[in-house]
């Protein structure tokens, strides 16, 4: 893997750490996402209007990842609105990473580098370690809302990965997949809970929205240029990213035990970073 396709990641990694957190703290996280969601597809329309729509051999990839991906918002907004987001947001991030392989291994008959793999294993064990890390309750629902939304964003990677390998411009995949992904999870959110947000709760949605357009569009583009499994476990940096986060800006405490876990993910990403 190139030192810039690294750097693309890991500033995806941050970008993604960000938005989750602007949802997690306000209102309804349900409404909250459904907004993000619109979002992305408002600033997708006009890049989906000016590119080309996908091939054929991309659409069923494309569609796959929608349903997914819809799996994924559904799981993770019931996750924050019954758990905290350091439990809940390491625990998806930290397991897809190896679930990611796995299915890459049997859809795409991809195969890691054992370097590369314990790499992948030493991030997803850094990030479990820093969801079970402090004083949070085990709340079981939470946690197999986190698990579940594992699943799925292990889904929604590799199909996109599939899906931009198969389009000759990898902006129209992109474009195209903001555009159509949002709005089953939104019908579903509004019709059921209604537009229950401010003004304030309102704009921080929308700058996350757009925080996570730029993000996944950084690792689907990653994704056309390196292994799916290095850039899925890279990604997952954002929960290291999300407790520096939490130390400098919302001065909780950083132990032992989490920067022991930092460690992990930092030595995993340096064995991607070799093995890939």
Same mark, same amino acid.
């Given at each position: 893997?190139?030192?810039?396709?690294?750097?693309?990641?890991?500033?995806?990694?941050?970008?993604?750490?960000?938005?989750?957190?602007?949802?997690?703290?306000?209102?309804?996280?349900?409404?909250?996402?459904?907004?993000?969601?619109?979002?992305?597809?408002?600033?997708?329309?006009? &890049?989906?209007?000016?590119?080309?729509?996908?091939?054929?051999?991309?659409?069923? /990839?494309?569609?796959?990842?929608?349903?997914?991906? !819809?799996?994924?918002?559904?799981?993770?907004? *019931?996750?924050?609105?019954?758990?905290?987001?350091?439990?809940?947001?390491?625990?998806?991030?930290?397991?897809?990473?190896?679930?990611?392989?796995?299915?890459?291994?049997?859809?795409?008959?991809?195969?890691?580098?054992?370097?590369?793999?314990?790499?992948?294993?030493?991030?997803?064990?850094?990030?479990?370690?820093?969801?079970?890390?402090?004083?949070?309750?085990?709340?079981?629902?939470?946690?197999?809302?986190?698990?579940?939304?594992?699943?799925?964003?292990?889904?929604?990677?590799?199909?996109?990965?599939?899906?931009?390998?198969?389009?000759?411009?990898?902006?129209?995949?992109?474009? /195209?997949?903001?555009?159509?992904?949002?709005?089953?999870?939104?019908?579903?959110? &509004?019709?059921? *809970?209604?537009?229950?947000?401010?003004? *304030?709760?309102?704009?921080?949605?929308?700058?996350?929205?757009?925080?996570?357009?730029?993000?996944?569009?950084?690792?689907? &583009?990653?994704?056309?240029?390196?292994?799916?499994?290095?850039?899925?476990?890279?990604?997952? !940096?954002?929960?290291?990213?999300?407790?520096?986060?939490?130390?400098?800006?919302?001065?909780? !405490?950083?132990?032992?035990?989490?920067?022991?876990?930092?460690?992990?993910?930092?030595?995993?990403?340096?064995?991607?970073?070799?093995?890939?």
């Amino acid at each position: 893997m190139s030192a810039g396709v690294l750097a693309l990641v890991l500033l995806a990694a941050l970008l993604h750490a960000a938005w989750n957190a602007l949802v997690k703290a306000g209102e309804d996280p349900f409404v909250r996402l459904a907004v993000v969601n619109l979002t992305i597809a408002l600033l997708a329309l006009p &890049f989906a209007l000016a590119l080309s729509p996908p091939p054929g051999a991309a659409w069923p /990839w494309l569609l796959a990842s929608v349903a997914a991906h !819809t799996v994924y918002y559904v799981t993770l907004a *019931r996750g924050y609105a019954e758990g905290d987001l350091s439990q809940v947001y390491p625990i998806a991030r930290g397991l897809a990473p190896p679930l990611v392989a796995l299915f890459a291994l049997v859809i795409a008959g991809e195969r890691p580098s054992l370097v590369g793999m314990i790499g992948i294993l030493l991030v997803g064990a850094g990030v479990v370690a820093l969801a079970l890390d402090g004083p949070a309750t085990r709340r079981p629902r939470a946690v197999a809302s986190a698990v579940l939304c594992a699943v799925a964003i292990a889904l929604y990677t590799v199909f996109d990965g599939l899906g931009v390998r198969a389009s000759p411009h990898p902006g129209s995949y992109i474009a /195209w997949l903001f555009l159509l992904e949002p709005f089953v999870f939104a019908a579903w959110v &509004f019709a059921r *809970r209604g537009f229950g947000i401010g003004a *304030r709760g309102l704009r921080a949605a929308a700058l996350g929205g757009l925080l996570s357009g730029i993000a996944y569009a950084l690792v689907i &583009f990653a994704m056309s240029l390196a292994p799916m499994a290095y850039v899925s476990a890279l990604r997952e !940096t954002s929960v290291v990213m999300a407790a520096a986060i939490g130390v400098w800006l919302l001065r909780e !405490t950083m132990g032992v035990r989490r920067i022991l876990s930092a460690a992990l993910v930092a030595a995993g990403i340096l064995l991607v970073r070799i093995g890939g």
